[in-house]
């Protein structure tokens, strides 16, 4: 059969399941697929046999290197390159790969953050081949995909704990589908996440230090023309950015990554691209990947893609929506069918959802707490910080009507008639979108909107598969023991009972008035701003026993979770600080300095010949006292960085991170997009607003 490009090259620089089967002995990959489908440790025999397959199908494919590739707390990805090459001794090389090496790595964890777990234990970190996720080449590098854990087994990385959590939901999930009669082979997290991101040209890249070392714009005043006329949405794609974009799905396909759905978003020079969900790890594996290769490609088109969650003030920043659902060998859970009401199984995953996302909303809440997400949450282009579920015109009244013990008709979908006979009719989609809402139903899956457009979303994975999980607990404990013909009368009462317990957390208003802010606040829901409000949850008694509990993290581990976010947070302050104030020293103040010394010039060789001119006169004076503005705004902004960096608990740090820099900033950036105000275009050291967003 012949096959077209795109089927064809898709998956071939993934050692995909096919290719395990055709390059293994049928036993040998039998007892591999049944050892991780059982989650067994895997024998090295078997581990020999796999290496040596993935080693001669990685060199037909080009490669000559293997690497370990894993995701420490930075949550990007990080990799160590070993060539395959073996020395003979007579000059020649064989190329060999064991199986030790496939299974186990020991990169020096040093340099990786710990969060303290270092301290505590010890520098060693051990790489753990995760055989769920299948290897790839990147760069004739055979990347074998891994857990990073520490010498006494904390985990160290992103995956550990979202695998673990997996496998708690899991568990969980089988027991509650017995007791309705189903024994499903697998129950499996299904995410699909949309990325958005920014393309501007790399000549304007470079000439910013501040996106250079920070990934934002840190000073800019607000362009002539910033998103009002929404023509950007959907709108044609310019013919650079169509190329590349090309190029992105290729090299994705190659990589057995299904990316579908490509489109301008509501900002100039923003755009969006989503891939067919996956399974949960894979898709993160997936989307970590995707962010890779939009950076690399961008360069060959002399773009530069910003995937920071707000480059540009004074228009949207970026997010990424995390769709969420669990699936029983391929049967979506969250699938309302026709009758949602009559559905039991459906209303008690659905009733499950609801309470784990309103008894752990501080958790999920901290999961996207970064200093690039402080900028959007709550600033009217992205959801609010407080977690609320909306869940349309088809589920929201049938909720209702459960805690109200009140009868709902099952309404089939209305046909809308649009009057033209040529067009067919169409149906009114059962949920509207509601764009305000952070954690929305859209048909037969959860979206979470509330992730950072640079964000490795296991974080917030692990959240929702534990808290899922923990509920799925809760029935099974609560109905196991009820005799058959009670069941379904037992379970619809679990079912209301939990509505009607957690219904403080249903919302189906807009998000982003400021009425819904103080609505939230009498129904007790909480409303953390700022990563310093979101974080300090992570390390409540409450949080460390409910993932403790589940065996998802240890205290420890969540320690170090905590600690390596909260550093981060100040660490990335500190660098904007200081980008500032080297920007505006080395850059703005020569500039406005020499041009308006340049125009008092002039005003000096006119009063020689007896003209005064007094719009230069008043220019100079603007500039003059603008540079007094600027000089001290960046002094005061230095000071109180060096005291805030020399606090050494990280909580009161990054609270006075939080008040005192982030304002001194502001205050310097407000005395710098003054001046870019008033100057010439000509001296101004860098591109503006205008020219990073409308370019041809
Ligand atoms: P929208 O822009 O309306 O949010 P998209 O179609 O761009 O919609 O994105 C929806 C995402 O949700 C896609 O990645 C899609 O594959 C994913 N998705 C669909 N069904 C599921 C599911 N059962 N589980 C997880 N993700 C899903
Ligand atoms: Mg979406």
Same mark, same amino acid.
């Given at each position: #059969? ?29 007892e591999l697929k049944r050892t991780i489908d059982e989650g067994e440790p895997i024998d090295?025999?078997i ?15 080009? *490669? ?5 590739? +894993? ?12 060539? !395959? ?18 299974v ?24 753990v081949w995760d055989p769920i996720s299948? *290897? ?11 857990a ?11 995956k550990t704990?979202l695998l673990r959590s997996e496998v708690l939901i899991e568990k969980q *999930?089988k027991?509650?589908?017995?007791? +309705?009669?189903?024994?499903?082979r697998r129950v499996l ?29 840190? !000073? ?10 929404? @023509? ?43 891939? =067919?969900?996956?399974l949960?790890t ?8 995707? #962010? ?105 009244? =049938? ?72 509920? +799925? ?48 606040? @009498? ?28 065996g998802v ?21 500190? =660098? ?67 005291? *805030? ?48 967003? +409308?370019?041809?």
């Amino acid at each position: #059969m012949s096959k077209d490009r795109v089927s064809a090259e898709y998956g071939s620089l993934v050692f995909t399941d096919a290719d395990m089967q055709d390059r293994l002995p049928k036993p040998t990959y039998k007892e591999l697929k049944r050892t991780i489908d059982e989650g067994e440790p895997i024998d090295l025999d078997i581990a020999n046999e796999v290496a040596h397959a993935m080693k001669e199908w990685a060199l037909e494919h080009g *490669a000559t290197h293997f690497t370990h590739w +894993f995701q420490p707390l930075t949550g990007i990805t990080s990799e160590k390159h070993d060539s !395959f090459i073996s020395p003979r001794g007579d000059g020649t090389v064989l190329m060999t790969f064991s199986g030790k090496e496939l299974v186990q790595g020991e990169p020096d964890a040093s340099s990786f953050p710990s969060g303290g777990l270092r301290a505590t234990f010890e520098a060693r970190g051990y790489t753990v081949w995760d055989p769920i996720s299948p *290897a790839f080449i990147k760069d004739e590098v055979l990347c074998i995909p891994t857990a990073f854990i520490s010498y006494t087994g904390e985990a160290l990385d992103k995956k550990t704990p979202l695998l673990r959590s997996e496998v708690l939901i899991e568990k969980q *999930a089988k027991r509650v589908l017995a007791l +309705f009669g189903r024994t499903p082979r697998r129950v499996l997290v299904t995410a699909g996440l949309e990325q958005e991101y920014f393309l501007i040209k790399e000549e304007d890249y470079q000439a910013r230090p501040d996106l250079i070392l920070c990934g934002r714009t840190l !000073f800019g005043a607000e362009p002539a023309k910033g998103q009002e006329l929404e @023509e950007h949405y959907f709108g044609a794609i310019r013919p650079s950015v169509n190329a590349f974009m090309k190029e992105v799905d290729d090299e994705l396909w190659k990589l057995g990554i299904p990316a579908r759905t490509k489109h301008n978003e509501v900002a100039p020079c923003q755009h969006e691209l989503a891939p =067919i969900y996956e399974l949960g790890t894979r898709a993160i594996d997936n989307n970590l990947l995707t #962010m890779e290769k939009l950076k690399l490609m961008a360069t060959h088109y002399g773009l530069a893609c910003l995937e920071h969650e707000k480059p540009f003030e004074y228009v949207n920043g970026s997010g990424k929506h995390d769709n969420w659902s669990i699936a029983a060998d391929g049967e979506n859970l969250l699938e309302p069918g026709d009758d949602p009401q009559d559905n039991l199984q459906f209303l008690v995953v659905l009733s499950c959802l609801i309470a784990a996302v309103d008894e752990h909303a501080d958790l999920l809440r901290a999961t996207v707490a970064t200093a690039g997400n402080d900028h959007r949450l709550g600033a009217n282009e992205a959801p609010p910080a407080i977690i609320s579920i909306f869940l349309g015109d088809d589920l929201a009244p =049938i909720v209702s009507g459960l805690i109200n013990h009140t009868e709902v008709a099952s309404h089939d979908r209305e046909e809308i008639d649009l009057g033209v006979p040529q067009l067919p009719n169409l149906f009114r989609d059962s949920t509207d979108r509601n764009r305000t809402s952070p954690f929305a139903f859209t048909g037969n899956k959860f979206e979470f909107r509330m992730c950072g457009s640079q964000q490795n979303v296991s974080d917030s994975n692990v959240v929702l598969n534990t808290a899922v999980a923990e509920q +799925f607990d809760r029935f099974a404990n609560d109905l196991e023991n009820i005799p058959e013909e009670r069941f379904v009368k037992q379970a619809l009462h679990w079912v209301r009972r939990t509505l009607r317990e957690h219904q403080r957390v249903i919302f189906e208003g807009n998000g982003y008035s400021p009425e819904w802010e103080l609505e939230a606040a @009498e129904r007790g829901l909480l409303n953390n701003k700022t990563t310093p409000d979101a974080l300090p949850c992570m390390v409540i008694q409450k949080n460390i026993d409910f993932f403790e509990k589940y065996g998802v993290l240890n205290e420890a581990e969540s320690h170090a979770r905590y600690m390596a976010a909260a550093e981060q947070y100040s660490k990335l302050l500190n =660098i904007e600080s200081n980008t500032m104030v080297a920007m505006v020293r080395n850059l703005y103040l020569p500039a406005v300095a020499q041009y308006s010394a340049d125009l008092a010039t002039g005003v000096a060789a006119k009063a020689e010949i007896g003209i005064v001119s007094a719009t230069e006169k008043d220019l100079v004076r603007t500039l003059t006292e603008g540079m007094d503005a600027m000089y001290a705004a960046a002094e005061d902004l230095e000071e109180k960085n060096l005291e *805030a960096r020399a606090i050494e608990d990280v909580h009161e740090q990054n609270v006075r991170y939080r008040d005192e820099i982030v304002p001194a900033m502001a205050e310097l950036r407000r005395t710098v997009d003054a001046m870019e105000k008033v100057c010439s275009k000509e001296c101004w050291p860098v591109p503006s607003y205008n020219d990073m967003l +409308f370019y041809v």
